[in-house]
């Protein structure tokens, strides 16, 4: 399952532009006075302003698998780094066979770059934005995980994530190309304190060579 695009909110259209071009370094597609499109790889990431808008996504960016260190580096000049308990920045998903940092945008978005060492994606090279594969996780947040779940497997053709354990209160659907977080509200979000609230968002699937629209 590949993630082609997620549209989300923002409630100031001229900080997300400052933040993902000129300090993520992300190409702008479209923009006009309500709404900007950035290419993300091979995924597309539109906000759309909603001046009232007062909460946080979480979404993660697939990197290639042997460059985590390297996108650690690049982080030091651009951006910071949440630190864990431990004091270091790296989470090791073990049963997901995978690595990711945590840090936030201008808006407080939750931000993830994840090497996932199950795919065959290693890249020769310096890290940069231009390094980002795809969105590979959005974060959504309803009453019942594994309803929504069963739902999404049923209406879609979709599958729960094999290497994670699905739960009432956790549940993933897809695979390592791409990935709906589905949590409970008021579930923090890792690595922070930040509780997870149910915002909109709107997106673009491919599934067996299928596209699929949900929109949350």
């Not at 539109?46 to 698998?65: C, G, L, W």
């Not at 996780?137 to 739902?151: D, H």
């Amino acid at each position: 399952m590949k993630i082609d695009q997620i549209q989300i909110k923002t409630n100031d259209i001229q900080k997300t532009k400052a933040f993902y071009q000129n300090v993520f370094g992300l190409t702008i597609l479209e923009n006009d006075q309500k709404s900007i499109t950035f290419q993300a790889g091979a995924s597309i990431l539109k906000f759309v302003e909603d001046q009232n808008f007062n909460s946080i996504y979480h979404f993660a960016f697939n990197i290639p698998a042997n460059q985590l260190e390297k996108a650690i580096e690049w982080c030091k000049d651009t951006i910071e780094l949440i630190i864990l308990e431990d004091k270091s920045v790296v989470t090791h998903f073990e049963n997901w066979n995978a690595h990711s940092v945590y840090f936030f945008d201008h808006n407080g978005n939750l931000l993830e770059f994840i090497a996932r060492h199950d795919l065959n994606n290693t890249k020769i090279g310096e890290f940069n934005t231009a390094s980002i594969l795809n969105i590979s996780e959005i974060g959504i947040v309803t009453e019942s995980p594994l309803e929504l779940g069963n739902q999404l497997v049923k209406e879609h053709g979709l599958h729960f994530f094999s290497q994670n354990t699905n739960t009432e209160k956790f549940s993933a659907i897809g695979n390592h190309d791409g990935l709906l977080i589905l949590v409970q509200p008021k579930r923090n979000w890792y690595p922070t304190q930040i509780q997870s609230e149910s915002n909109p968002v709107k997106i673009t699937l491919e599934n067996d060579e299928n596209t699929i629209d949900l929109k949350f």
